[in-house]
């Protein structure tokens, strides 16, 4: 009886002894968030690059190298291995505002050759089969100028070619090495005495001005790197006409004839002092031979004016580049091809200072013939040249 009593009891308390376990057994609460949004990234527009004035195709060469100095596009337009790696290498601290620039275009032969400027910025192009950059600065990127290479020795030859004869197949009036250091901001120009005495390169001796009128103006080329043992890229050339309207086509220019000449025989007629010259008054002043010096000095005359000339560009802005390079192409001659042409010539606009010279000789003869024979001072001022510039040679 007592048994069944107690199991009674147990049985009506389980109940309530369930009940009170749940009530003290701990509870979990579990809250589910949303995910997080995706992360967005919002990249600057490409930077705006317009050109006025420009072909469709030298504009997209243009945005295309700005692009790539900003790791905008991964891909350069075409352009130099030189030149891309300046710009490649370049660290631009600051994107600029979007870029408004002008550009001028000219003509050499079948190719067009470009130059856009923005502020201080300055793109060199040429178009042959596309359009291709081959030179200039970035001014606004810090990216250094790219000139086509420092420094720059040619070949600058006068031919005694009168109006309608073909110049390359006449003597050489006029030899001048001229030599450009545009990083430095210095050029140097060496007058070679035309009647100088010199082996040729194809053998034996000669008058340096007759070579080219047997072999034409790369022998020229030929004869005085083996006498100098500078590496020249080549030579521009000119006859009497031709020398007289490229001046025409650049504008009158200032040029300080250093003392009076009255030489009938040149047509040089001028008063000593600053005053302007036409392409007519040039070849006067450059011809005239009746002067203390004789052809010495007629050497130096000539690299007066390539002085003058030089000036009276750099005065005008690298903008009319195009119009100076295609004026040349139209009245001289020349082995560079345009890239080379409009690369020297924006090594020239670099140039603040510039030496002229002749070769030091002394006068003699080789036979029957008048002669000047190169000193070894002239051999001092070729090696001299080799960086582009004349420095003062040492006593």
């Known amino acids: 009886m007592t048994r069944f009593l107690l199991r009674c009891c147990l049985s009506a308390l389980a109940p309530v002894l369930a009940g009170c376990s749940r009530a003290a057994a701990p ?7 949303p995910p997080p949004p995706p992360t967005t990234t919002t990249l600057p527009a490409p930077l705006e690059v317009t050109v006025r004035d420009a072909p469709p195709g030298l504009a997209r060469v243009v945005q295309g190298l700005y692009r790539f100095a900003l790791g905008e596009q991964p891909n ?34 079948d190719a067009r050759v470009g130059v856009v400027t923005a502020g201080d910025d300055v793109v060199l192009a040429v178009e042959e089969q596309g359009w291709r950059i081959v030179g200039g600065e970035l001014a606004s990127l810090g990216i250094r100028p790219y000139y086509g290479g420092s420094p720059r020795l040619v070949m600058v030859i006068g031919s005694d070619a009168r109006p309608g004869q073909n110049p390359p ?5 006029s030899l001048h090495i001229v030599g450009i250091a545009p990083q430095r901001g210095e050029a140097g120009i060496v007058g070679i005495p035309r009647d100088s005495w010199i082996e040729a390169s194809y053998g034996g001796r000669n008058k340096i001005t ?5 072999r034409g103006p790369e022998v020229i080329v030929d004869t005085v790197e ?19 309207n490229m001046l025409d086509d650049f504008g009158p220019f200032e ?13 040089a007629f001028f008063e000593a002092g600053v005053q302007m010259f036409s392409g007519a008054d040039a070849l006067a002043f450059s011809r005239n031979r009746t002067l ?3 052809d010495l000095t007629r050497s130096f005359h000539q690299g007066v004016v390539m002085q003058a000339v030089l000036a009276h560009a750099r005065a005008g802005g690298v903008s009319r580049l195009p119009g100076m390079v295609e004026a040349f192409a139209a009245h001289g001659f020349t082995d560079l091809d345009p890239a080379q042409l409009l690369t020297l010539g924006y090594a020239a606009f670099a140039v603040e200072d510039s030496t002229n010279v002749v070769a030091p000789a002394t006068i003699g003869t080789a036979g029957a013939a008048s002669v000047v024979y190169l000193t070894d001072e002239a051999f001092l001022l070729f090696d001299d040249l080799a960086d582009g510039v004349l420095e003062p040679v040492e006593e």
């Open 27 to 33: 509870t979990t609460t579990v809250t589910t968030l």
């Open 76 to 109: 350069p337009p075409a352009m130099p291995p030189a030149f891309r790696r300046v710009v490649a290498g370049a660290e631009v601290s600051t994107r600029p505002p979007n870029i408004r620039a002008t550009a001028t275009v000219g003509k050499v032969g």
């Open 169 to 173: 197949g006449f003597r050489a009036d």
């Open 210 to 214: 007759n070579m080219m009128a047997s």
């Open 226 to 244: 083996q006498l100098t043992g500078l590496d020249l890229e080549g030579y521009v050339l000119a006859g009497f006409e031709g020398f007289v």
């Open 255 to 267: 040029l300080d004839v250093p003392f009076a000449m009255n030489a009938p025989k040149a047509k």
């Open 292 to 294: 203390p010096g004789g």
